[in-house]
């Protein structure tokens, strides 16, 4: 009897150890503004291609004019045009195209996209 519980208690003792490894995984980071730029990067890098999982973006929207709206298999999330200031959003990336855009000037080239893969 105490040999199991000893066995279950370690066991427990390893899921809980390993659980916050495995969540954990660099930030991404979205800037829109001051001026007519819009990105997202990956330890400070542009962001081209990720791996499917969950991940924190800081949002950073520098300017009212702008917003950031990031789009892609299920995730439709964005900042209000007449915000600015920082946001962090925690988001499940899929596999498939993501495209983020300023939805005012997308039409002049205010957008950018990255593929999650599986």
Known sequence: MFRT????????????????????????????????SIEVKKANKDLKTIKAGTYKIKVEDKSSIHNFHLMGPGINKKTGVGFKGETTWTIKLKPG?????????AASGMKGSFKVTS
């Open 5 to 36: 519980a000893l066995v279950t208690l370690v066991a427990a003792g390893l899921i809980v150890a390993v659980a916050p490894a495995l969540a954990s995984t660099a930030p991404l980071t979205g800037e829109v503004g001051p001026g007519f």
């Open 97 to 105: 195209k993501y495209t983020y855009q300023c939805d005012p000037h």
